[in-house]
């Protein structure tokens, strides 16, 4: 009964049961770390033609008879030339417009965007709530929370590229990508 006392004594000692322990924390943590790690990359979706990137286009659901919808989305210009924006459309509306909101004399306006929205080299364009962003007029249905829905933008330079936005909820703001920059 003594020896197996002696080797119940050793083996505590030795610290095994603790190593072990630490061992199991140290998984945990790891996998933890890992899981957030891929959560952005599953949130985000990126799209790109030639010298330009779209980061995370995304729309608001609209309640039931809303005749528009936002969409917004930043447009990252790797190139040494600038590129411009000139047309977007998609399925869900009968056209899409650029915007660009603004206040004036403590009154916000909504105008549209004449000539295209031009996207500096080297530069970003963030198309945000109160910013520049794009409208779609007409809507054929209702863009609904967690569903995605397909649009084609159209650059001067880069060409086309079919993007697909993801529709959030209806009070998002995209605080997704804080590091946004709207350009004058």
């Not at 020896?3 to 072990?20: K, V």
């Not at 779209?54 to 590129?83: C, L, M, Q």
Request: negative net charge; hydrophobic residues 45%.
């Amino acid at each position: 009964m003594s020896n197996l006392l002696y080797e119940a004594q050793a083996f505590a000692f030795r610290g095994a049961p603790r190593f072990h322990l630490q061992q199991r924390i140290g998984l945990a943590v790891l996998l933890l770390l890992l899981l957030f790690a891929c959560i952005p990359a599953a949130l985000a979706h990126e799209f790109k033609v030639g010298d330009l990137e779209i980061e995370h286009p995304w729309s608001r659901a609209t309640p039931p008879g809303a005749k528009v919808a936002g969409g917004y989305f930043t447009v990252i210009n790797k190139g040494s030339a600038p590129d411009r924006l000139l047309s977007i459309s998609s399925d869900i509306s009968d056209r899409a417009e650029l915007h660009e909101m603004g206040v004036k004399d403590g009154v916000m306006t909504m105008r549209p965007v004449s000539g295209g929205l031009e996207i500096p080299p080297g530069g970003k364009v963030a198309l945000k709530p109160g910013a520049y962003h794009l409208m779609f007029v007409g809507l054929k249905r209702q863009p609904k929370q967690g569903e995605k829905f397909p649009a084609t933008l159209a650059f001067e330079k880069a060409g086309s590229v079919k993007v697909e936005f993801a529709v959030e909820g209806m009070g998002e703001t995209g605080a997704g990508d804080m590091d946004m920059d709207h350009a004058d």
